[in-house]
């Protein structure tokens, strides 16, 4: 399953956010999502550590399953600027970051993905 731009809706504005960057705040629907896997905690990670390396422009949030293995993750999908040089060394000190902060076992239950503009 891809997190193409064509599958991401943008999200309106919730003054309860907390740890997104400004202007970026999650649906109803990202937040029962949350709630559901209970990842508002690696979504406010996941958050300060997009702004610390990246800088985004637009952030998109997406729920995701696979019904064969019968996972669901959020997505998210960042809008930065850079040379694909620059984002994937930003990526991987972000990837270090967020591996050193997140439990393994739940890893994978918020995944980032950059889209260059």
């Excluded at 550590?49 to 637009?58: A, G, T, V, W």
């Excluded at 669901?72 to 972000?94: F, M, N, Q, Y």
Aim: net charge negative; proline share 7%; charged share 30%.
């Amino acid at each position: 399953m891809s997190l193409g731009t064509e599958a991401l809706t943008p999200v309106v504005a919730h003054p309860a956010d907390q740890g997104a960057p400004a202007g970026e705040p999650m649906s109803a629907e990202v937040r029962e999502v949350c709630d559901r896997l209970g990842i508002h905690d690696l979504v406010a990670i996941a958050l300060r550590l997009i702004e610390k390396h990246f800088q985004p422009e637009q952030l998109h949030y997406e729920p995701l399953h696979d019904p064969d293995e019968d996972n669901e993750w959020l997505g998210i999908r960042a809008i930065v600027r850079g040379s694909v040089e620059e984002v994937l060394t930003k990526d991987a000190a972000c990837s270090r970051e967020w591996r050193e902060l997140v439990p393994m076992d739940r890893l994978g239950l918020v995944r980032i993905v950059f889209g260059i503009r």
